[in-house]
C-alpha cells in the first residue's frame, strides 16, 4: 500500500520497459507480450489477459452499468466510457 503514495513501480517489463507497482501487475501485463489470454468469456468466445478484463467485459452480457451520468442518467459498463459521455454531455 506504501508504495502507491511514494508512486514506486520496482517491477519492469523487460520486453518494454513498463513498470509497475506489483509484482501481479506485471505478470499480468506480460502475458500481452506473450499474446497469452487464458481468460474466455463463455457467453461470446472472446479472451482475455487478464481476470479484471473479463469482469467487465461481461458486463456487456449482463447489461451492467455501474458507472452513471449525474446529469441525464445513462449508465455504462466502463468508468472511460462515463467520462467521455460526459464531455459531451
Not at 505478470?27 to 468466445?45: D, I, V, Y
Not at 478484463?53 to 451492467?64: A, K, M, N
Request: some cysteine; aromatic content about 8%; hydrophobic content about 20%.
Amino acid at each position: 500500500h506504501q508504495l502507491i503514495h511514494k508512486g514506486e513501480k520496482p517491477y519492469k517489463c523487460v520486453d518494454c520497459g513498463k513498470s509497475f507497482m506489483l509484482n501481479c501487475y506485471l505478470l499480468s501485463h506480460q502475458r500481452t507480450h506473450a499474446e497469452e489470454k487464458p481468460f474466455p468469456c463463455t457467453t461470446g468466445g472472446k479472451h482475455f489477459s487478464c481476470r479484471s478484463s473479463i469482469s467487465v467485459h461481461q458486463r456487456i452480457h449482463t447489461g451492467e452499468g455501474p458507472y452513471a451520468c449525474s446529469h441525464c442518467g445513462n449508465s455504462f459498463h466502463q468508468g472511460d466510457h462515463l467520462r467521455k459521455h460526459q464531455q459531451a454531455c
